[in-house]
């Protein structure tokens, strides 16, 4: 157990839907980051947050936002869902915002249908 | 442009042998980080580790190695005495210097370990 948790596991909906997946990081993370596995775009890095601030984005769509809250989980909200955007999305957190030093540890993920 | 080439796309091995999964990457960096990730069937992310561009030690974690090797641009998983839980699919992965917001992932191998 990473000690990122990811809420819901499965998420099914219609393509013009809007969700919300919640990530809480371990304790004492300041940042998350989510990424995105597809079966066409492979594993994908989206956005990070750290203490509440954007820190770095990626390939992530304008239709996808997220945000860092105070207690320091993480929302990733999509919106005007297509059927490509089923996928397998990940959050995971580290200590700080280093990538020289920083270990990441890996939510279960959340796996979105879109039908 | 950034890239991570992994040719190897499925490895069955019998358990006890040694397996080598591959990486090839490409950059303009001359500061980058590369990491290998392990996803078990289950389907969590599990972090395996981070080698900077400046480090060209080998290293080696109990039954794990690797090899980074800056004049051939790549940075190869050696599983030694294989056992049935090292199934799964591993993935190589290149950031610049900055941050996560420019990794590329490989592909992914994915690795069968039969009893």
């Known amino acids: 157990d990473s000690g990122v948790t990811q809420t819901p596991k499965h998420l099914i909906t219609a393509t013009g839907q809007r969700v919300t997946l919640r990530c809480s990081p371990r304790?004492?993370?300041?940042?998350v980051y989510w990424y995105q596995q597809s079966l066409d775009q492979g594993l994908q890095f989206l956005i990070q947050?750290?203490?509440?601030?954007?820190?770095a984005k990626g390939n992530i769509l304008e239709r996808f936002s997220a945000q860092q809250f105070p207690d320091l989980h993480s929302e990733l909200n999509l919106s005007s869902l297509e059927l490509g955007d089923s996928a397998l999305y990940f959050c995971?957190?580290?200590?700080?915002?280093?990538?020289?030093?920083?270990?990441?540890?890996f939510g279960p993920g959340t796996r979105l249908t879109v039908l | 442009a950034q890239k991570v080439t992994q040719a190897q796309t499925e490895i069955s091995v019998v358990e006890k042998e040694d397996v080598t999964l591959d990486c090839v990457y490409e950059t303009r960096d001359t500061t980058y980080y590369l990491f290998w990730y392990k996803q078990p069937p289950s389907g969590e992310l599990v972090f395996l580790i981070r080698?900077?561009?400046?480090?060209?030690q080998n290293e080696i974690s109990g039954r794990y190695s690797w090899n980074f090797q800056k004049s051939t641009s790549s940075f190869n998983f050696t599983i030694t005495a294989s056992q049935v839980v090292d199934s799964a699919v591993y993935f190589c992965?290149?950031?610049?210097?900055?941050?996560?917001?420019?990794?590329?992932f490989g592909t992914g191998t994915k690795l069968q370990v039969i009893p």
């Open positions: 995971a957190s580290s200590p700080t915002h280093t990538v020289r030093i920083d270990t990441q540890y």
């Open positions: 947050y750290y203490n509440g601030e954007e820190r």
């Open positions: 992965a290149l950031s610049e210097a900055g941050g996560y917001q420019k990794v590329t």
């Open positions: 080698r900077n561009s400046f480090d060209e």
């Open positions: 304790s004492g993370d300041l940042s």
